[in-house]
């Protein structure tokens, strides 16, 4: 089966510019997360979803980020204005439930790099 | 508040050598998962285990919930091993699933 994939691959912003990360999960995946990963750092969530909801995104900064997942398929992550402190890897992951266990499974990523 | 803490942060061995990984954590939790990544590579799933023990190759990890602590022991390492090992769980307060921040491993020839 195919994997999760995301676009673009790297992205390289002044401070103030707008980026757009899109991800599209495994089919049949109901869950999709989005993470930002500093640099040597461990993934922090910030929003996912099921099917089409917004389950949670008290860690997505509401001012200048957004999420959504429209048709509960593909996602897009987008940053209004980036700021130097967004420098990270944006990781999308998807996931479904089987057999009492909810496996995630990771795309490459988008390493955002803002000047 | 680190609700999922990791270490060592940073482990040396030389090839051959074994590995043990440690994971606390203070959130409620019956998933719990450790994932392998490669400098700049994807995140990828290692092991699966909730409770008890579970074994994949060279890979074993321990999972004892009441004590709400995950460790994961790597044997007879090899130089490919070098990266990044992060264990994971679902907050079943918040369900949403929550890293460490990693330990980092370096295997020498």
């Known amino acids: 089966e195919a994997g999760v994939t995301q676009s673009p691959r790297y992205a390289v912003l002044q401070e103030g510019q707008a980026v757009s990360f899109w991800c599209d999960p495994i089919s049949g995946h109901d869950t999709l997360y989005w993470y930002q990963q500093p640099r040597d750092q461990g993934p922090q969530l910030l929003v996912y979803?099921?099917?089409?909801?917004?389950?949670?995104n008290s860690q997505l900064p509401s001012d200048r980020f957004s999420a959504v997942r429209p048709k509960g398929t593909n996602s897009t992550l987008k940053i209004q204005s980036a700021k130097q402190g967004d420098t990270a890897t944006y990781l999308c992951a998807s996931s479904f439930w089987v057999g009492g266990k909810n496996t995630l499974y990771f795309g490459a990523g988008t390493r955002l790099s803002v000047l | 508040e680190q609700q999922v803490q990791q270490s060592p942060a940073s482990l040396v061995l030389q090839e051959a050598e074994n590995a043990e990984l440690q994971c606390s954590f203070s959130i409620f939790t019956n998933q719990v998962q450790w994932f392998y990544q490669r400098p700049g590579g994807r995140l990828v799933s290692l092991l699966y285990?909730?409770?008890g023990t579970k074994q994949s190759g060279r890979l074993t990890s321990t999972t004892v919930i009441k004590e709400r602590r995950s460790s994961l022991h790597i044997s007879s390492s090899q130089i490919t091993d070098s990266g990044t090992y992060l264990c994971?769980?679902?907050?079943?307060?918040?369900?949403?699933?929550?890293f460490g921040k990693g330990t980092h491993l370096h295997v020498l020839p």
């Open positions: 285990n909730p409770s």
């Open positions: 994971a769980m679902e907050d079943t307060n918040a369900y949403k699933v929550i």
């Open positions: 979803f099921r099917d089409e909801a917004v389950i949670d």
